[in-house]
């Protein structure tokens, strides 16, 4: 996978459509131990969840019952019809005397102030096609899915994925290599964890038991190069992809560092090397607006959107339903999580 950091990071200073590619900052809404997707009912879930969107984001979201788009009441995207939810888990710094703290995020060039959270983008063509001119079906109300497998240990397992990385940020344009597991050592200006979801539906489920059987990567090549649906899931959905930048620059200390060289950051569910990446998503844009703007063929920019300012997104929190602590030195991961 290659992707020029020059032209990325221009991106986030792009005023003018240039060409249906979106780009956009969602602030963090909460950060607890919750998982409505694979652990529905569950408090406290097993493992810690930093999660975005729409603030109907709860404990229990039932596909059949839970409108997102008409339960939440703002969302931390900036886009305003946009009330899906998206989480990952958060990424931990664990020093040598074995005591853990939580590492914070780092909003990306042009979205200066926008607390912790993520940037989300929706492509119909490769990212730096400007036409964006395929056309690709949205996702529908009730649509879910997951990306990735916690349980994963070893880089043989985590290839059934498809484009799940890190980068390893010098600078905030920074956008390759891209390794599979976590970079080795020190990153200047943090570790960016890339979530690229499948691209393919089989057209009629809005999930699935594992909430991945019914999505699919192209059966050769990747959405970036055009590859074509399997007959199993024939229907082109948008490429979902979820940048979240970990600054880790204040643990950098070599000193603080494991001795026998191995790199300290750690995953909330107790992953050192970073192959059990994952990310979840619930569909919640209102209406048909996600439709109509990735038919608008325009590109970062989408003038058909709402949007609203990063204050605004970062007022729109979700309340802690876990109560648990998850800052300061911590004896362990929350949850226990062993590594
Ligand atoms: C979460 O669900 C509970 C139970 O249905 C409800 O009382 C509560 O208001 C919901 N919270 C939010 C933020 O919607
Ligand atoms: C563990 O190490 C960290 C980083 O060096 C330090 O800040 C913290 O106080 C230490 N905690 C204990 C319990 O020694
Ligand atoms: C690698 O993973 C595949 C399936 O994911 C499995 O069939 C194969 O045995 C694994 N190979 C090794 C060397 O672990």
Known sequence: MKRSGFLLAGLGLLATPVAALLRFGCARSSIQRLDPLV????????????????????????????????LSTCTSCQFTEDFSNYWTAVLFFRARNGTLKRVPQLAQSGMEGTQGGMVVYY?????FDTAQKSSVTAFKPGFRMLVGDVSFRDRNQSRAFRQLSYTCMDSQASRSPETVGFPAGPCKLGIMANHRFPTCWDGVNLDSPNHQDHVAYPESGTFESGGPCPSTHPVHLPQLMLETVWDTSAFNNKADWPTDNSQPFVWSSGDQ???????????????DSLQKAMDGHTYVSAPMLKTQSIAEQNKCVVKDMVNENYDGWLPQLPGDNPM
């Open 39 to 70: 652990n529905p009912g569950l408090n406290p879930s097993p493992h810690l969840h930093q999660i975005v969107g729409g603030n109907s984001f709860n404990i229990t979201m039932d596909p059949t019952k839970h409108d997102l788009a008409s």
């Open 123 to 127: 492509m119909s063509d490769a990212l």
């Open 273 to 287: 090397n970073g192959y059990s990446s994952h990310a979840d998503y619930l569909f919640g844009w209102q209406g």
